[in-house]
């Protein structure tokens, strides 16, 4: 017999990882041949951060880094470098999240967006530091405005679409277990 609690992780897990592969193949699509002149926001990134504070269970590291290390070697990035921030990022708010719970959502918002601009700027500061090539700093501010902008459309989405929503305070799945 399959366990309930289990089933409803793998599956959540596995729509993560669809939706990651949808928005990385819609990114990926040429459909344009001028340069973006607006960076649009990062939504993997944005995917990640609210499941990570919503649900921990459905978003383990383990996803994360091969999530992550795959948008790296397809967006010809150094690889392991952005998936090691995101990591670092997402295991912070992971970390957090019961402190987190029960907060209004503007300081959620204020937080993640927060961490969108370390992160940001910890891997700009790398690439420069090895002397890498990359984006002026100047765009790479614009997208995070945009991610941090689209960060709550995510949530509702996560919310309202696919049913992640928080765990609330003592809540125990059908083994009686602490979530």
Not at 126 to 149: N, S
Not at 161 to 168: D, K, M, N, Q, Y
Request: proline share 7%; glycine share 4%.
């Amino acid at each position: 017999m399959v366990d309930p609690a289990a089933a409803t992780r793998f599956s959540y897990r596995s729509l993560f990882l669809a939706l990651a592969a949808v928005i990385l193949f819609v990114r990926l699509l040429p459909l344009s041949a001028l340069p973006a002149r607006f960076p649009g926001p990062d939504l993997i990134l944005c995917l990640a951060l609210a499941w990570v504070q919503r649900r921990p269970d459905y978003a383990p590291a383990l996803l994360i880094v091969i999530v992550f290390l795959i948008e790296d070697i397809l967006a010809m990035r150094p690889p392991g470098l952005w998936a090691l921030i995101v990591l670092l990022g997402t295991e912070f708010l992971r970390s957090r999240e019961a402190l987190l719970r029960d907060l209004p959502f503007i300081v959620e918002w204020a937080a993640t967006g927060a961490l969108i601009l370390a992160m940001a700027i910890v891997n700009w500061l790398v690439l420069a530091l090895f002397l890498v090539p990359q984006a002026d700093f100047g765009p790479v501010m614009l997208q995070v405005i945009t991610t941090i902008v689209a960060y709550p459309l995510i949530v509702l989405a996560t919310l309202f679409v696919l049913g992640v929503r928080r765990t609330a305070t003592g809540e125990v799945d059908t083994l009686g277990r602490r979530i």
